[in-house]
């Protein structure tokens, strides 16, 4: 064997593509790695020049650095994406080299590494901003739980103040106007527990072409005249299992914001359909699981959004709109509530192409069932003792206060310790105990396991400002049990408080085991 065969032949088995061409640009040795990666016969190449085969190769920077090594004889190096023989584009890592003949091109087909970075790359990016509204989500969600506390306090002095006025007082219309800007301010915490996945939920199974049904003309009278409403939806559509009042807040949410972006007006188009998410989609979108969803789009010729917007529009507060034209809780809100649902949502915008969200949502093959029928409270008056332990002096106060103008007997408690001791001393029966759920050392939940042995037959109610939904909640309390949301209003309290005495179980059967 010659010495020029066995060069070839090494040449043949390299794993990267080996091209030598003329000083004519012809080419003159092309080997197999080479043929892979230009998808093209030796008969296709062999003889012909670079630009008999591709044409647009002139005006290309590969063809500029080709040119430098031809007539410059040096080494050059570049990575690249070219379109091959099929049209189909890749990327490669291309050497060239002179020889005595020409040129040498070695080149590798990097285009898999190429799409893996990518994928990693924007992963990467998908987790940073998670874990990013992640840790804004934990600061609203402490921000809630302290401003409901305080609103509790504001409600509950206000309603006290305004049950003990004459009819016709002036002083009962100040106090509504309190009232009232508690409840709203109420309304924002709400809006924050549901960015942090923590608002309280009524999960049902539904069809999301019934919600957009019940919505559409309000959604038409929302959006106004000069913004053209369609929707196409899906035919055998999938249930799926969500609060049918939370869907209904974000398709009028992003309804809002696709009327927003189109002031000269526009077209806002809303559709359903089932589809089927695979393990590939799945692991290029964070969060998402394969299997069959419902997907529900909303998409608007609108003004359209840049990547650095795009990368915010999700964050508390932040907004484009002028000072006093928005809270910046809006897509807030829509993110919290979907992902509290087991969905993603996803969006696609560009300047001056409009918006396009995208939610998918987990397919189910539930029942609906039916809610048990509300208690009836005939009288928030009692005579019961109950056990007071909540850890804000200010609150502690007025719940006492509430409790003790309905007849209650009250024992109070600012903390899980004071609890136990007062437990120990009191000779007669405890019937309720209040607490707070999240307290320094030992919180409601643990409080209540601890006095089971000595109370088999106390009930319980725990309030919080957190929801029975969130991370402090779920650690700490067992589906089901009562819980008063804070804010509370003297009324939300005696109720509670009654149904739990007349109704409620003891608190061996509230509490999970730890």
């Not at 009692?382 to 719940?399: C, K, Q, S, Y």
């Amino acid at each position: 064997m010659t010495t020029t065969r066995v060069a070839e032949d090494v040449l043949e088995s390299l794993l990267e593509g080996c091209q030598v061409v003329g000083f004519d640009w012809r080419y003159l040795f092309v080997n197999r790695s080479a043929l892979a990666q230009n998808r093209a016969t030796r008969e296709q190449l062999l003889g012909r020049t670079m630009l008999e085969v591709y044409p647009q190769l002139k005006n290309s920077p590969v063809f500029a650095m080709l040119q430098k090594t031809m007539l410059e004889r040096v080494h050059t190096r570049t990575e690249t994406e070219f379109e091959v023989t099929d049209g189909k584009p890749g990327w490669f890592e291309v050497r060239c080299l002179p020889v005595p003949e020409g040129i040498c091109i070695l080149s590798l087909d990097i285009t898999e590494a190429r799409r893996a970075a990518a994928d990693l790359a924007r992963t990467e990016a998908q987790l940073r901003q998670s874990q990013k509204l992640e840790a804004i989500g934990r600061l609203a969600s402490g921000v809630a739980h302290d401003f409901n506390n305080l609103l509790s306090i504001i409600l509950s002095y206000a309603g006290l103040g305004s049950a003990g006025l004459a009819p016709g007082d002036p002083l009962g219309e100040s106090l509504r106007e309190i009232m009232d800007a508690a409840g709203r301010a109420g309304e924002l915490t709400r809006q924050l527990l549901a960015f942090s996945r923590q608002q309280v939920i009524e999960p049902k199974v539904v069809n999301l072409n019934e919600v957009i049904a019940t919505t559409e003309r309000l959604l038409t009278r929302l959006v106004g005249e000069h913004i053209e409403l369609t929707t196409q939806l899906g035919v055998g559509l999938g249930q799926v299992k969500v609060d049918p009042g939370n869907i209904e807040q974000v398709l009028l949410n992003l309804a809002a914001n696709a009327r927003d972006a189109m002031p000269e007006g526009g077209a806002l188009f809303i559709e359903t359909r089932n589809v089927v998410l695979d393990a590939e989609f799945a692991s290029r979108h964070l969060g998402v699981k394969p299997g069959p969803h419902v997907l529900l789009r909303v998409r608007d010729s609108g003004a359209g959004m840049d990547e650095a917007t795009q990368a915010r529009i999700f964050e508390p507060f932040f907004t484009t709109k002028e000072l006093g034209k928005g809270t910046g809780l809006g897509l807030a809100t829509v993110l919290g509530i979907v992902q509290q649902s087991g969905g993603t949502i996803w969006v696609s915008s560009a300047p001056g192409q409009g918006s396009d969200f995208t939610l998918y949502f987990p397919r189910t093959d539930e029942h609906a069932s039916r809610a048990p029928p509300p208690v009836q409270v005939q009288s928030l008056s009692g005579t019961e003792t109950v056990l007071l332990v909540e850890d804000e002096t200010a609150l502690r106060g007025v719940a006492k206060q509430i409790l003790l103008r309905q007849g209650y007997r009250v024992l109070e408690a600012g903390s899980s310790g004071e609890a136990v001791v007062i437990s120990e001393k009191h000779d007669g029966p405890i019937h309720l105990l209040l607490t707070d759920v999240v307290m320094p050392y030992l919180g409601g939940a643990e409080l209540a396991e601890r006095l089971a042995g000595q109370r088999p037959g106390m009930r319980v109610l725990f309030m919080s400002g957190y929801t029975q939904e969130s991370v402090p909640l779920r650690r700490s309390i067992a589906p089901g049990v009562a819980l008063l949301q804070k804010p509370f209003t003297p009324p939300m309290l005696l109720r509670a408080v009654r149904e739990v005495l007349d109704t409620g179980q003891s608190v061996a059967a509230q509490t999970q085991p730890h």
